[in-house]
């Protein structure tokens, strides 16, 4: 079993910031890429960020020069850096990894998700 634990999410002011953090753990052999999606209320989720295992980035545009991912590999752990944060980037945040397994099988998991509100 492999499970995707968030943390970090709540309610921030707009220009304030948050980090959120996703640790992997359970049956795991290597974790490939990385990622958080967000999803606000009556839109489809969407990517904000992916990181490789080598550490190579892409960001949605809307996010660029605002957020910053990165991973802690011996950790199995993930980060959202978010600065700046505007009204709009109130979602719900997960975090999802594709993960080898110690059975040799690769799959995306889920995190359960994380609120992050951006509201004065």
């Known amino acids: 079993q492999v499970q995707l634990v968030e943390s970090g999410g709540g309610l921030v002011q707009p220009g304030g910031s948050l980090r959120l953090s996703c640790a992997a753990s359970?049956?795991?052999?290597?974790?490939?890429?990385m990622g958080w999606y967000r999803q606000a209320p009556g839109k489809q989720r969407e990517s904000v960020a992916t990181?490789?295992?080598?550490?190579?980035?892409n960001y949605a545009d809307s996010v660029k020069g605002r957020f910053t991912i990165s991973r802690d590999n011996a950790k199995n752990t993930v980060y959202l850096q978010m600065n700046s944060l505007k009204p709009e980037d109130t979602a719900v945040y997960s975090c999802?990894?594709?993960?080898?397994?110690?059975?040799?099988?690769?799959?995306?998991?889920w995190g359960q998700g994380t609120q992050v509100t951006v509201s004065s």
């Open positions: 359970g049956s795991i052999f290597s974790i490939n890429s």
């Open positions: 999802n990894a594709y993960i080898t397994t110690i059975a040799r099988t690769t799959t995306g998991y």
């Open positions: 990181i490789t295992r080598s550490g190579s980035t």
